[in-house]
């Protein structure tokens, strides 16, 4: 397994803030996925439907797709990444999955788009889900992604988020560091405020919030239901 020390995606960015290791048949693996996997599959078990067509919206490595198949055997799991090297990695996912068909694409979507390709004729999805991209990326793809979450998800469906959120104007020091350090990335970047910042988008696209639940390092997830 070798490890990749200049994560550059095709669209010259950085694709993780992490080093990640790239396995023999082309799977990636990522440690913070390694880290949050497990909790994030226990708030997923508590609040998200467990049967039925989830997609994924920047996949990454492909492992927590991989890893919730595996868990909850009665979701099919779309991959999609607007990313080149990520979707290589998940397609790697795809096929060490083998007859196992739970998992399928990627898809190639950028969410910050107001099409997402062939998902936009498909039948209305069961759940979309979403783990550290809302920061990582500019706002307009945290737009996108509630926008095509209220077209995309059927009647009851839900969207889970997951990352570093600010509350009201308040952030933890931590998130608030992190924070500005995106920003030094790239301007464009930063850890968003939930209720100020993605709450009225959701309210526009027909999405009510369910809950939040706190997670380890100051994160959180976020489950959003479709009226």
Known sequence: MGEDRDDIGSRGK?????QR????????????????AGPIGDVFAAHMPLEGRVLEIA??????????VERFPGLAWIYSDID?????SQAAWVQHAGADRRLSG????DASQPGWGEIETAPPLEAIFCTNMVHIAPFAAAEGLIAGA???LAPGGKLFLYGPFA????????NAR????LKRRDPSWGVRDLDRDILPLAAAAGLSLETVVDMPANNLSVIFRKD
Do not use: C, K
Not at 14 to 18: G, I, K, Q, R, T
């Open 84 to 88: 080149d090297m990520s979707r290589a």
């Open 14 to 18: 950085s694709v993780a803030l992490e």
């Open 178 to 181: 992190f924070s500005e350090d």
């Open 150 to 152: 209220g077209r995309r």
């Open 21 to 36: 290791n790239t396995g023999v048949d082309g799977r990636r693996f990522s440690p913070s996925v390694a880290r949050n």
């Open 59 to 68: 996949s990454g490595t492909g492992e927590h797709g991989a890893l919730m």
């Open 167 to 174: 509350r009201e104007g308040e952030i933890a020091p931590s």
């Open 106 to 109: 990627p898809l190639e979507i």
